[in-house]
C-alpha cells in the first residue's frame, strides 16, 4: 500500500487517492499506527494539493520518524508555505527528532520549484549553524538552481565560487542552464569557459564534453554572434579529431547548430 501511495501521489490524481485511503482504512487495522502508511498519506495529500488532510493524518499518527515530518515539511513548501515549513523544522526539534540531510535536500529541492528564493537561502544559511547538517553537494546545487531560476545570475555564480569544495560540471552546468534561460551571455561566456576549462580533465566524458560545447553554441547563436559559433565548431572538430585518435569519434561526429 506504500507503493500505491507513491505511484498515486506521483501522478496527483486526489480521487485515486481517496479511494486508496478508504481502501486502507478498512483493510489495515489501526492504520494511522503504522508510520510508512502514514507518512505515504501525508506525502500523497500533500503532493495533491490538500494539507488540510495532510495535517489530520499527521495528528492522528501515533508514531512520527524523521520521514514523516520531512514529508509534511516539503508539503507545506510545494504549496508555496515555505515559513510555515521552515517553522515546522523547529518543531520537529522540539518532539525530539532533529532533520537531516534528506530533509533539506527535499526542502531546498521544493522551494527550487516554488520560487521561495529567500526562504531557500534562509534553510540553507541555517543548515550547519542551527541544525548541525553539514551542507553536501546537493544542497548546493538546490541553491544554485533556485537563485539561477530567478534571475540572480550574480549571486548563484558568487555562491558557487564560495563554496568550501571544488564545485562539480554539474553545478556549473546548472548555472549556465540558467544563463540561457535569462539570456545573460556575459554570465554565459565566464560559466561557459569555467566549464570548458573543466573539460580539459583527462576523465572528462566524451558526451559531456559534448554537450557544453552545444549548449554555450546554442547561447552565441540566440545572441546572433555567429563568429564565436564558427570558432567553437573549430575547436570541437580539432578536440573530436583527437578523441578519434584516442579510440573515440563520438565528439567529432556531433553538430554544432
Not at 14 to 24: D, K, L, N, P, S
Amino acid at each position: 500500500m506504500v507503493c500505491v501511495l507513491s505511484a498515486t501521489s506521483r501522478l496527483g490524481l486526489i480521487e485515486t487517492g481517496y479511494c486508496v485511503h478508504a481502501y486502507i482504512e478498512k483493510m489495515v487495522n489501526c492504520p494511522e499506527a503504522d508510520v510508512f502508511i502514514g507518512t505515504g498519506l501525508i506525502d500523497m495529500y500533500s503532493k495533491c494539493g490538500c494539507l488540510n488532510a495532510a495535517f489530520s493524518v499527521f495528528n492522528r499518527m501515533k508514531v512520527r520518524n524523521v520521514l514523516t515530518w520531512t514529508a509534511l515539511a516539503t508539503g507545506l513548501a510545494n504549496n508555496g508555505r515555505g515559513k510555515e515549513a521552515i517553522e515546522l523544522l523547529e518543531v520537529m526539534r522540539y518532539h525530539g527528532v532533529n532533520p537531516n540531510a534528506v530533509t533539506f535536500s527535499s526542502l531546498l529541492s521544493a522551494c527550487c520549484h516554488t520560487g521561495l528564493v529567500e526562504e531557500g537561502v534562509h534553510l540553507f544559511s541555517t543548515m550547519e549553524t542551527k541544525f548541525g547538517v553539514i551542507p553536501q553537494v546537493q544542497h548546493y546545487g538546490c541553491v544554485v538552481d533556485l537563485l539561477g531560476r530567478a534571475g540572480y545570475l550574480e549571486a548563484a555564480y558568487d555562491f558557487v565560487k564560495s563554496m568550501p569544495a571544488e564545485p562539480d560540471a554539474i553545478l556549473w552546468r546548472s548555472l549556465l542552464s540558467a544563463c540561457n534561460l535569462h539570456g545573460d551571455l556575459k554570465m554565459a561566456e565566464k560559466v561557459g569557459n569555467l566549464l570548458l576549462q573543466r573539460d580539459l580533465v583527462p576523465d572528462s566524458a566524451i558526451h559531456d564534453i559534448t554537450q557544453d560545447y552545444i549548449s554555450i553554441s546554442n547561447i552565441y547563436a540566440a545572441a546572433g554572434k555567429w563568429s564565436n559559433v564558427e570558432d567553437l565548431r573549430k575547436e570541437m572538430k580539432r578536440k573530436g579529431g583527437c578523441a578519434k585518435h584516442g579510440g573515440s569519434s563520438e565528439l567529432s561526429a556531433m553538430q554544432l547548430y
